[in-house]
């Protein structure tokens, strides 16, 4: 199983950028998918999560309204749209798959089996 993220980069505040979660070896089609960010010194943070089966999500609360997660079975990715980016976002970003779609639940625990590398997203003011 593997998973990798793409997408990241250097954005100026209030901008936005599309990151990806490209899988292989799992199938989209019934797991958890997580996206997770961590800052330089601060610990993991849950950002987002869906349940491809039925579409369920879940946000912090800190990216509600800005961020929207989706998923495309087909390709085997899932997508992190992020809008309205502040330099309180910048950190690197990784997504997390589970075969268990109950995995994905509001309180975005990093529980998940699989993780990607991770991409840098880093926001200038």
Request: net charge negative; hydrophobic share 35%.
């Amino acid at each position: 199983v593997q998973l990798v993220e793409s997408g990241g980069g250097l954005v100026q505040a209030r901008g936005s950028l599309r990151l990806s979660c490209a899988a292989s070896g799992f199938r989209f089609d019934d797991p958890a998918i997580g996206w997770f960010r961590q800052a330089p010194g601060k610990e993991r943070e849950g950002v987002a999560c869906i349940r491809t089966s039925d579409g369920t999500s879940y946000y912090a609360d800190s990216v509600k309204g800005r961020f929207t997660i989706s998923s495309d079975i087909a390709e085997n990715t899932v997508y992190l749209q992020m809008n309205g980016l502040t330099p309180e976002d910048t950190a690197v970003y990784y997504c997390a798959g589970d075969a268990i779609p109950g995995v994905c639940t509001d309180a975005l625990f990093p529980v998940y089996d699989y993780w990607g590398q991770g991409t840098q997203v880093t926001v200038s003011s």
